[in-house]
């Protein structure tokens, strides 16, 4: 006869429900994890790189889509053996800059303008950048070589400190590392794509709540600090959007693409308001530091045949972009060998910090 005290304990009926449940949970939440991953890596670029001063860059050599990046993981000429007589052009700026097209743009007018100066171009501009990002990119590409001339050609990404109305510097910009083992990406997501863009974003702001201003400003200062600390000239620009236009499928294009980009740069109206702020910004700079300005948002011609959408350039948009920018380079100075001294090829190793 077993005595009560000898029966084997029993998990009560309630807690046995509990437990399944959150055993269940448990299990739904890491197949969801592993699902996330899994999407990530197989839509992830191979040269991505991710960074937590950055987000993300890419490694050198990389190809993505049709370009096959530079040895500093940029679309343009190689720095590797690059001599002392030959010219350096660092442009920097966001999705509208990272184009081979741009870049043939720029270095063929530098050809027309100075044909006895040779000169190399690259752009590091990428897509998504904002001017905290270019800020801090620039500030590492300024610790390996010594770019000539550094050309600004930003100012929608800035939008987002608009749109999220709670960041101050690094933006959450869509792109999440698959192999991070520091945080849940799955909730990374949830968190960007549910709370962030459609509970917490405000893509309605106005004139009176317009805080990429500031913040534009600040990182394009720094930015030319930086720069003239290393005796490199600097140009600016405004930046070039298709509205208003004449292009009834331009415009439907802009229109429908609204829904899909509201949360990083505002409705059109202020995402308009807010380019205007930032281009005011270049101007002004432009005046105090006396700097050279390119006319680029006066330059492009707002039809389809120059813009894809609201500031994705064409091949065509892209020649006139970078005939524009090429024209306010100021001529080149001397380049005795004490300044520019020599030029390495740049390893994986060093270009990218995984």
């Known amino acids: 006869m077993a005595y009560p005290s000898d029966r084997p304990a029993r998990t009560p009926h309630r807690y046995r429900g509990i437990i399944v449940l959150v055993v269940a949970l448990l299990l739904c939440l890491a197949a969801a994890e592993g699902a996330t991953r899994a999407l990530l890596w197989w839509n992830?670029?191979?040269?991505?790189?991710?960074?937590?001063?950055?987000?993300?860059?890419?490694?050198?050599?990389?190809?993505?889509?049709?370009?096959?990046?530079?040895?500093?993981?940029?679309?343009?000429?190689?720095?590797?053996?690059?001599?002392?007589?030959?010219?350096?052009?660092?442009?920097?700026?966001?999705?509208?800059?990272?184009?081979?097209a741009y870049v043939d743009a720029v270095r063929g007018?530098?050809?027309?303008?100075?044909?006895?100066?040779?000169?190399?171009?690259?752009?590091?501009?990428?897509?998504?950048?904002?001017?905290?990002?270019?800020?801090v990119q620039l500030d590492e590409i300024?610790?390996?070589?010594?770019?000539?001339?550094?050309?600004?050609?930003l100012g929608i990404n800035d939008n987002i400190y608009n749109s999220f109305p709670w960041v101050e510097e690094l933006p959450r910009v869509g792109y999440f590392d698959w192999k991070s083992p520091r945080t849940s990406v799955f909730g990374e997501m949830v968190r960007y794509h549910l709370v962030d863009k459609r509970l917490r974003s405000t893509p309605e702001f106005d004139e009176a709540s317009l805080r990429s201003r500031d913040i534009f400003r600040r990182n394009v200062v720094a930015m030319i600090d930086a720069a003239q600390a290393r005796d490199s000239e600097v140009v600016l620009s405004t930046f070039a959007v298709a509205l208003p236009t004449d292009d009834p499928q331009l415009d439907a294009r802009i229109r429908a693409s609204e829904p899909i980009m509201q949360h990083f740069w505002g409705r059109i109206g202020p995402t308009l308001l807010g380019v205007t702020a930032?281009?005011?910004?270049?101007?002004?700079?432009?005046?105090?530091?006396?700097?050279?300005?390119?006319?680029?948002?006066?330059?492009?011609?707002?039809?389809?045949?120059?813009?894809?959408?609201?500031?994705?350039?064409?091949?065509?948009?892209?020649?006139?972009?970078?005939?524009?920018?090429?024209?306010?380079?100021?001529?080149?100075?001397?380049?005795?060998?004490?300044?520019?001294?020599?030029?390495?090829?740049?390893?994986?190793?060093?270009?990218?910090?995984?």
């Open 109 to 135: 007018r530098l050809a027309e303008r100075f044909p006895d100066v040779p000169f190399r171009v690259i752009s590091c501009g990428k897509p998504r950048y904002t001017s905290h990002m270019n800020r």
């Open 44 to 100: 992830t670029p191979l040269g991505m790189v991710f960074r937590d001063d950055l987000i993300y860059t890419y490694a050198p050599f990389s190809e993505v889509a049709d370009l096959r990046l530079n040895d500093l993981g940029c679309v343009g000429d190689d720095l590797g053996g690059r001599s002392d007589d030959e010219a350096l052009a660092l442009l920097l700026g966001g999705s509208t800059s990272f184009s081979q």
């Open 278 to 354: 930032h281009n005011d910004v270049m101007r002004s700079l432009a005046t105090q530091r006396d700097l050279p300005l390119a006319p680029v948002a006066s330059q492009i011609p707002h039809d389809g045949r120059h813009f894809s959408d609201l500031c994705h350039l064409t091949e065509e948009g892209n020649r006139r972009l970078g005939r524009t920018m090429a024209d306010a380079f100021p001529a080149p100075r001397a380049r005795p060998s004490s300044v520019a001294g020599p030029h390495r090829a740049v390893s994986a190793k060093e270009s990218s910090r995984r």
């Open 142 to 153: 300024l610790t390996r070589t010594r770019p000539d001339v550094v050309a600004l050609y």
